[in-house]
C-alpha cells in the first residue's frame, strides 16, 4: 500500500506462509491498527477493529502476490505501520540470479490485484449477507461514489456483525483510495505503465504530473467535504512528494 522501502526485522516478528507465500508482520503494525480503532468505551470494539484490518490489508498484499505469482515471480509480504508491501523477490535462472522485468501490462494487473482482491472479499461477504437473509444498506459518498454498509446479521450477535460491517467498508473505501492515481498508491503505479504504454519518453512524467494534481483535488475534497484533516494531510504530502520527484528528476512541472 503506502510505504517505500520494507522496514528491518525485528525480533517481535510475526511470521507465517499462505499458499507457499511468506509474511511478515512488524510489531508496529499492531500499535497502529489499535490506536486506529480505538474505542474507549469498548476495548472489544478496539480489536475487532485490528482484526479487520489485518485481513483487509492481508488479503490487499495476497493479492499483489498471487498476481507475482501468475507471472512467474515469487514474492513475500510484509505487514508495517503505514498498511502492507509486497516485494517480489530476484528469480534463479539456472544458477545465476536475475531480475526478471515485468511488462507493463503485468505490472498494471499485479497493481490492480490489491484493491481487486478486497473488493472480491467484500462482494462475497455482501452475498453472504443477502443469502443469510441480514440487511445492507448504500451510502453515497459525495453523491456518486457507493459505499455499501451492513447494518444487521440473522446470527452471530452484534460483534459479528460489527466485523462483517468493518469488513466491508473497509475493503471498499481503501480499495477506493488506492486507484487515486497517485504514487506511491496502487492507482499511482496503474498510471505510470499505462502512461509508459502510451508516451515511452515521458510517461513517468505525465504519471508524476498527474500524481500531483489527483493528490491536491483529493486533499482538498477530503479537506472541505469529507471533513478528515488526516486524509486531506496524506494526499496533500503525497501530491508534494510526486512535486518534488518532478523537480529533481526534470527541473520542473
Ligand atoms: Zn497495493
Given at each position: 500500500?503506502?510505504?517505500?522501502?520494507?522496514?528491518p526485522?525485528?525480533?517481535?516478528?510475526?511470521?507465517?506462509?499462505?499458499?507457499?507465500?511468506?509474511i511478515?508482520?512488524h510489531?508496529?503494525?499492531?500499535?497502529?491498527?489499535?490506536?486506529f480503532?480505538f474505542s474507549?468505551?469498548?476495548?472489544?470494539?478496539?480489536?475487532?477493529?485490528?482484526?479487520a484490518?489485518?485481513?483487509?490489508?492481508?488479503?490487499?498484499?495476497?493479492?499483489?502476490?498471487?498476481?507475482?505469482?501468475?507471472?512467474?515471480?515469487?514474492?513475500?509480504?510484509?505487514?508495517?505501520?503505514?498498511?502492507?508491501?509486497t516485494?517480489?523477490?530476484?528469480?534463479?535462472?539456472?544458477?545465476t540470479?536475475?531480475?526478471?522485468?515485468?511488462?507493463?501490462?503485468?505490472?498494471?494487473?499485479?497493481?490492480?490485484?490489491?484493491?481487486?482482491?478486497?473488493?472480491?472479499?467484500?462482494?462475497?461477504?455482501?452475498?453472504g449477507?443477502?443469502?443469510?437473509?441480514?440487511?445492507?444498506?448504500?451510502?453515497?459518498?459525495?453523491?456518486?461514489?457507493?459505499?455499501?454498509a451492513?447494518?444487521?446479521?440473522?446470527f452471530?450477535?452484534?460483534?459479528l456483525?460489527?466485523l462483517?460491517?468493518?469488513?466491508?467498508?473497509?475493503?471498499?473505501?481503501?480499495?477506493?483510495?488506492?486507484?487515486?492515481?497517485?504514487?506511491?498508491?496502487?492507482?499511482?503505479?496503474v498510471?505510470r505503465?499505462?502512461?509508459?504504454?502510451?508516451?515511452?519518453?515521458?510517461?513517468?512524467?505525465?504519471?508524476?504530473?498527474?500524481?500531483?494534481?489527483?493528490?491536491?483535488?483529493?486533499?482538498?475534497?477530503?479537506?472541505?467535504?469529507?471533513?478528515s484533516?488526516?486524509?486531506?494531510?496524506?494526499?496533500?504530502?503525497?501530491?508534494?512528494?510526486?512535486y518534488?520527484?518532478l523537480?529533481n528528476?526534470?527541473?520542473?512541472?
Open positions: 500500500m503506502i510505504l517505500f522501502q520494507v522496514p526485522p525485528t525480533r517481535y516478528d510475526l511470521r507465517f506462509t499462505i499458499a507457499g507465500i511468506p511478515r508482520v510489531p508496529l503494525f499492531w500499535v497502529i491498527s489499535f490506536l480503532g474507549s468505551n469498548n476495548i472489544l470494539y478496539t480489536f475487532i477493529w485490528v482484526l484490518i489485518f485481513v483487509s490489508v492481508l488479503v490487499h498484499e495476497l493479492g499483489h502476490a498471487f498476481a507475482f505469482r501468475r507471472y512467474g515471480l515469487r514474492s513475500s509480504i510484509v505487514l508495517h505501520f503505514m498498511g502492507g508491501l516485494v517480489p523477490e530476484s528469480v534463479s535462472w539456472g544458477g540470479w536475475a531480475n526478471v522485468a515485468l511488462s507493463p501490462r503485468e505490472e498494471i494487473v499485479v497493481s490492480l490485484a490489491g484493491p481487486f482482491s478486497g473488493f472480491l472479499l467484500a462482494t462475497l461477504l455482501i452475498g449477507v443477502i443469502v443469510s437473509g441480514g440487511s445492507i444498506a448504500v451510502n453515497w459518498l459525495l453523491g456518486f461514489i457507493p459505499l455499501p451492513v447494518t444487521s446479521l440473522p452471530g450477535g452484534v460483534m456483525t460489527v462483517v460491517a468493518i469488513l466491508v467498508s473497509v475493503n471498499v473505501f481503501w480499495g477506493l483510495i488506492n486507484l487515486v492515481p497517485v504514487y506511491p498508491l496502487d492507482g499511482g503505479n498510471a505503465y499505462a502512461l509508459m504504454q502510451y508516451d515511452p519518453y515521458d510517461g513517468v512524467r505525465k504519471s508524476l504530473q498527474l500524481s500531483v494534481i489527483a493528490g491536491g483535488i483529493v486533499a482538498l475534497v477530503a479537506l472541505f467535504f469529507l471533513k484533516i488526516y486524509m486531506s494531510f496524506l494526499f496533500g504530502f503525497l501530491a508534494f512528494q510526486s518534488q520527484t523537480q528528476r526534470y527541473g520542473r512541472f
